[in-house]
């Protein structure tokens, strides 16, 4: 009941921000509902107050007297993207850090995965709670401008573990992880996040000990009072474990999204067992570890987002997020996860996971917000999936985790998120690219102007900050006081 009430007050104040008071009739186009059911090949639906009202085979649907037509013979149709899994925040592209953590900044990110075609977007265990409230709340009352919704996760590790050695400097200054030892101390730090109503908490489990040294991993009965305190207050629980034994662990102790894919070594039979059982969410984040597309020639998808010197920056292996050059020949550790990834990948889904578009985007440049999640889509078709099943798990699946019904596929009620492409990502999911225009909340993006702002070379990032200490209290004064 109350999260109906909440997603009243929700409609209410975005269709007041930004939704179109025309009634659409959008004709002609192929219609992907999301759900894996056939296209509709000729399909209409009509958009009002931001919503679809009605959908289905072009002649079955009747417009009310008046309404907006739009022609779209020749184009596809499928639900905006939902990414459960990314970095907010942080990602300056110039420079990278605590600094550049602002609303301005959020809201460039949130932007940046709009316009490539992102409804929801949610960032993993990063942000101090009171400011990711805060702006969320901002959001909701409709006082920025269209962008992908932003969602967030509260975070969890050991003392000092956690976050990797990039995302750790923007985290720590900001107190935005609870450090708990104890299966005490993370009872008492989920129930300090659940009485803020948070309702979605990472954690997690990894000692981090090639780059910090000796850091204490999360133990079992830790991260097991964790999900278990959290289940009582019905939170979604996301465990990041990147090799086979914590992947067991956690998936066994019961956690919803298991975060990462094992690279370093082959699956076995008793977690493929563990997860024929359990059947978690999976967040497989694997496409940071890759070579940047910019490293295989003219790329105008990912270009035109990125400053030219950050093009450059990428190629050479510039990126605040060690990475290498594109000249660096494969070697043999790359080899190795390579094929394992393809011995491991479909094993996961043939055992249950339930893969989630998820990207771990907002750590390097070269793999950053919307287009990243492009990139993992066809690493998804290269391990094997066929093009309807990353589309469910890129659309309508997401929406389970972060526990909305009001978007994800193109059905009657579903909130008016949607893309218009030039070409059927049924055939090749790279068609899913071919973007012609966004439409969130039924309201279509202004792309043109979006992709000026990403271009530009330098943002005056002090300018930024300062206003934004001037007119919003994002952190508490503790925390600033550390930033600072
Ligand atoms: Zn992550």
New binding site residues.
């Given amino acids: 009941m109350q999260t109906r009430t909440w997603l009243l007050v929700v409609a209410i104040a975005s269709a007041a921000a930004n939704a179109q008071p025309r009634t659409v009739v959008y004709e002609g186009a192929r219609l992907i509902i999301g759900d894996a059911s056939p296209p509709i090949e000729s399909g209409a639906f009509i958009v009002q107050n931001g919503h679809i009202t009605a959908i289905g085979p072009r002649g079955s649907i009747h417009a009310p007297a008046g309404a907006a037509r739009i022609d779209l013979t020749g184009k596809t149709v499928m639900p905006a993207l939902n990414n459960i899994?990314?970095?907010i925040g942080y990602e300056g592209f110039v420079s990278w850090g605590v600094e550049n953590h602002t609303p301005e900044n959020v809201l460039d990110h949130l932007e940046r995965e709009a316009f490539y075609g992102a409804g929801t977007a949610m960032t993993?265990?990063d942000q101090p709670l009171a400011f990711a409230i805060r702006f969320q709340q901002d959001q909701l009352a409709g006082k920025f401008p269209p962008a992908a919704r932003f969602f967030f996760a509260a975070g969890m590790a050991p003392p000092g573990g956690g976050?990797d050695a990039l995302?750790i400097q923007g985290t720590t200054p900001l107190h935005a992880v609870h450090e708990v030892s104890t299966p005490a101390e993370a009872v008492q730090a989920v129930r300090e996040i659940a009485g803020l109503k948070v309702k979605q908490v990472k954690f997690w489990v990894d000692n981090r000990d090639n780059a910090r040294g000796g850091m204490k991993k999360m133990p079992p009965e830790v991260y097991s009072a964790i999900i278990q305190e959290a289940h009582q207050h019905g939170m979604i629980v996301h465990a990041?474990a990147t090799n086979l034994q914590d992947q067991k662990g956690v998936v066994q102790a019961g956690v919803d999204v298991l975060?990462h894919t094992v690279m370093a070594e082959k699956v076995d039979d008793e977690f493929l067992a563990i997860l024929k059982d359990k059947k978690p969410y999976w967040a497989p984040?694997m496409g940071l570890g890759d070579r940047s597309e910019l490293c295989d020639g003219l790329n105008p998808f990912i270009e035109q987002v990125l400053p030219d010197s950050v093009v450059e920056d990428i190629k050479a292996g510039r990126t605040w997020l060690p990475s290498s050059p594109c000249a660096a020949p494969a070697n043999a550790q790359f080899a190795r996860r390579e094929e394992n990834l393809k011995y491991n990948f479909p094993k996961y889904l043939a055992a249950g996971a339930r893969i989630v578009l998820s990207t771990?985007a907002g750590?390097s440049a070269k793999y950053a917000y919307g287009f990243a999640e492009h990139h993992e889509m066809r690493m998804y078709a290269n391990l094997g999936m066929a093009p309807a099943q990353i589309i469910v798990a890129a659309t309508s699946r997401p929406t389970e985790v972060l526990r909305i019904q009001d978007t994800g596929m193109l059905a009657k009620g579903k909130r008016a998120d949607f893309l218009v492409l030039n070409a059927n990502p049924l055939d090749n999911i790279r068609n899913a690219r071919e973007i012609d225009a966004v439409y969130l909340y039924g309201a279509k993006l202004d792309r043109e102007t979006l992709r000026a702002k990403f271009k530009q070379a330098v943002v005056d990032r002090d300018a930024l900050a300062a206003k934004s200490k001037k007119d919003y209290v994002p952190h508490p004064p503790s925390s600033r006081k550390a930033a600072e």
């Fill in positions: 899994h990314l970095h993993m265990g976050p995302l990041h975060v984040v771990d750590v």
